[in-house]
């Protein structure tokens, strides 16, 4: 099955210990994102990579750090969590550059609830 | 700046009524695309509609139609005859392919469809 996988689905932990989370897609995907969600903001970007070895930031990268070593894997890193990172994470895929071949429908990772007390 | 607004937080219908979710987004690119979402109470989110800058043509799918109007900067959303399962968080989003490959979402619509 198609899919995008997150690990861990909900995660509390303590300020300063550090985390990772990890994402997977199994569709060849070369496009891949992490997104944050908090009330009232909607989701935002966080980072995001056009390919193996290419990250960029989006717009809320500071306190997360990324690596995209493989085509299926963007794992995502937080050195030193703090409660303003407490928030809901989604990780996605797209076939392919976004605009190069016409089809940037997104696919959704379930969503990983992380709390930093 | 915010990129994409949805100027409405919360919405409640009594079902079978319909309702539109506003969105007005942001960009100078000419090529780009927008999307909404829906994120039902489970929590995921389930993409809706692809639309790219060129094809303003509305779309009807079932009960669910968007009408794009460049000249105003809008991507609405109109479920028709609401159900209970339309109660959902809805994101609309934008992405400009040309210009760095982020995504942008609005905040979203809350939408509670009254039994």
């Known amino acids: 099955e198609a899919q995008v996988t997150q690990n861990p689905r909900y995660l509390i932990t303590v300020t300063g210990k550090k985390l990772t989370v990890t994402c997977s897609q199994n569709m060849n995907h070369e496009y891949m994102s992490w997104y944050r969600q908090d009330p009232g903001l909607g989701l935002r970007q966080i980072y995001y990579s056009m390919n193996v070895e290419v990250t960029d930031k989006g717009d809320v990268p500071e306190g997360y750090k990324v690596s995209r070593k493989e085509k299926r894997n963007f794992p995502l890193i937080l050195e030193s969590p703090s409660p303003n990172q407490t928030s809901l994470y989604f990780c996605a895929s797209i076939p392919g550059l976004a605009g190069f071949k016409g089809d940037n429908e997104q696919f959704f990772g379930p969503g990983t609830r992380l709390t930093v007390l | 700046a915010q990129k994409v607004t949805q100027a409405q937080t919360e919405i409640s219908v009594v079902e079978k009524e319909d309702v539109t979710l506003d969105c007005v987004y942001e960009?100078?690119?000419?090529?780009?695309?927008l999307f909404w979402y829906k994120q039902p109470p489970s929590g995921e989110l389930v993409f809706l509609i692809r639309r790219n800058s060129f094809d303003e043509q509305n779309e009807i799918s079932g009960r669910y139609s968007w009408n794009f109007q460049k000249s105003t900067s809008s991507f609405n959303f109109t479920i028709t005859a609401s159900q209970v399962v339309d109660s959902a968080v809805y994101f609309c989003a934008l992405s400009e392919p040309y210009t760095g490959n982020q995504f942008y979402f609005g905040t979203g619509t809350s939408l509670t469809v009254i039994p």
């Open positions: 960009t100078r690119d000419t090529t780009y695309y």
